[in-house]
């Protein structure tokens, strides 16, 4: 069982920058693929991007060259750095955990950004 905790959303102004966590109760060397989705009001929740166990990074075409995934391994920490932030990343962002043998998914509580225009 691996316990996901999102924190540091909030609200900012548009083309300002936000970075949120999620907290990992396991070491995050053992997660295969770690990701952040969002949800909207009214719409399906989306990938924002991934990094996998390795390192590599993937991004939504709608936040390439805007968001940037990182972590701490130590901390056990993922983070997504959000710059130029626009309404339309207005969301609750949810971080993701795939541990690929056994079909293992989780998901955190979710964390509310808001971008006013």
């Known amino acids: 069982q691996v316990q996901l905790v999102e924190s540091g959303g909030g609200l900012v102004q548009a083309g300002g920058s936000l970075r949120i966590s999620c907290a990992a109760s396991?070491?995050?060397?053992?997660?295969?693929?770690m990701g952040w989705y969002r949800q909207a009001p009214g719409k399906q929740r989306e990938l924002v991007g991934t990094i996998s166990r390795m390192g590599r990074t993937n991004y939504a075409d709608s936040v390439k060259g805007r968001f940037t995934i990182s972590r701490d391994i130590a901390e056990k920490t993922m983070y997504l750095q959000m710059n130029s932030l626009k309404p339309e990343d207005t969301a609750v962002y949810f971080c993701n955990a795939v541990i690929v043998r056994g079909d293992y998914v989780y998901w955190g509580q979710g964390t509310q950004v808001t971008v006013s225009s």
């Open positions: 396991t070491n995050i060397f053992s997660i295969d693929v």
